[in-house]
C-alpha cells in the first residue's frame, strides 16, 4: 500500500511538473512570437532566469492585446475579468489559463508585491479610455506600464535581496522609462491615427515641429543615462540580457535623434532584426573582454 501511494504521488508530482512546464512554455512562444528585442535579450540571460521574464513579459502580452487589438469584443470586460483571473490565480496558486500559470508561479515564487501588478492593469485600463494626457497622468502611465515590468524582472535578478532590489530599484524605473518613451516616440502615427492616442502631455501634435521631438529626446537620453548606471551593477547572470534590450532601444533611438520631426509623424521607425543580432554579437565580445 505504501509503495502504491508512492509512485501515485511521484506520478502526480511528474504531471504537475509537466503541466508548469508546458505553461512556461507557451510564455516563452508568446514572447518569441511579439517581441524580438527582448526575445535576443532573454536568451543572454543565465538560464536560471529565462522562465521567469518569459512568464512576466507573456502576461504582459496578454493584458496589451486586450487593449490593443480585440476591437470587436468588450474591452473593458475582458481587461476586468483579465484582473480578477490574474489576482485569482495568485492567490490560489494555479490556473487553468497557461500565460497566468507560469505568472502566478514567478509572483509568488520571488514574492512580487501586487501593487506593481495592480498598476500596471491600472495603465492598460487607462488606454482604454484616456486619449490625450497631461504631467500627472502621463507618469502614472508610464511607471504602470512599462517601470514596474522592469521592477518585476527585477525581483527575479536579485533573488530576495531586498537590499540589492531597493538599490537598483531606481535605475530599473529609468531604465524602463527610457524603453516606453522611445515605443511612444516611433509610434506617434500609429498612435494618432489608430488609436487616437496623444502620450506626450503638453504637445500639439497638429504642429509637431524640432524643439517638440528635442525636448522629448532631452528627456528620454536622461532615463537612458539613469538607468545604464543601475545595469552596471545588476547580478552578472542578468547583465548581458539587459544590456541587449539597452543597445537594441539606443540604437533605434539613435535613429530617431537624426531625423527631421516631420518624418517621425509619418512613419514607423525600426531598425532591422539583422541589425539587432550584430547588436547581439557586439554585445557577446564586449561581454568578454569585462567591458560590461
Given amino acids: 500500500m505504501a509503495l ?14 509537466l503541466y508548469n512546464q508546458t505553461c512556461f512554455d507557451c510564455s516563452r512562444v ?6 524580438t528585442s527582448f526575445s535576443i535579450g532573454i536568451k543572454a540571460f543565465e538560464p ?42 495568485i492567490e490560489q496558486k494555479i490556473s487553468l489559463n497557461p500565460i497566468l500559470q ?37 507618469q502614472t502611465y508610464i511607471y504602470g506600464s512599462a517601470e514596474v515590468i522592469g521592477l518585476m524582472c527585477l ?45 506626450f502631455p503638453e504637445i500639439d501634435f497638429t ?10 529626446e532631452a528627456d528620454i537620453k536622461k532615463d537612458f543615462d539613469d538607468g545604464f548606471k543601475g545595469l552596471k551593477q545588476l547580478p552578472k ?9 539597452y543597445i537594441c532601444y539606443s540604437q533605434l533611438f539613435k535613429k530617431i535623434t537624426k531625423l527631421p520631426a516631420s518624418i517621425v509623424l509619418q512613419k514607423r521607425i525600426r531598425i532591422s532584426d539583422t541589425h539587432k543580432l550584430s547588436l547581439y554579437c557586439k554585445a557577446l565580445v564586449q561581454q568578454k573582454l569585462n567591458l560590461i
Avoid: W
Fill in 237 to 245: 547572470g542578468a547583465r548581458l540580457g539587459i544590456y541587449i534590450a
Fill in 48 to 89: 536560471k532566469f529565462r522562465a521567469p521574464v518569459y512568464a512576466i513579459y507573456g502576461f504582459v502580452r496578454l493584458a496589451d492585446e486586450i487593449v490593443d487589438t480585440f476591437h470587436e469584443h468588450d474591452k473593458h470586460k475582458l481587461i476586468k475579468e483579465f484582473r480578477l483571473d490574474t489576482f485569482k490565480a
Fill in 30 to 35: 508568446v514572447t518569441q512570437k511579439y517581441s
Fill in 4 to 17: 502504491n501511494l508512492y509512485f501515485y504521488t511521484s506520478m502526480q508530482a511528474n504531471q504537475i511538473e
Fill in 207 to 216: 504642429n509637431f515641429g524640432e524643439a517638440d521631438k528635442q525636448r522629448i
Fill in 155 to 199: 525581483k527575479v535578478f536579485c533573488g530576495g535581496d531586498d537590499k540589492q532590489y531597493l538599490h537598483l530599484l531606481p535605475a530599473a524605473r529609468s531604465l524602463g522609462s527610457a524603453f516606453q518613451k522611445v515605443n511612444f516616440l516611433r509610434d506617434i502615427k500609429s498612435d494618432l491615427e489608430e488609436r487616437g492616442r496623444m502620450y
Fill in 102 to 138: 507560469a505568472f502566478q508561479a514567478v509572483v509568488n515564487q520571488y514574492q512580487i508585491n501586487p501593487d506593481l501588478i495592480d498598476a500596471f492593469l491600472c495603465s492598460m485600463e487607462m488606454d482604454l479610455d484616456k486619449k490625450i494626457h497631461n504631467k500627472e497622468s502621463y
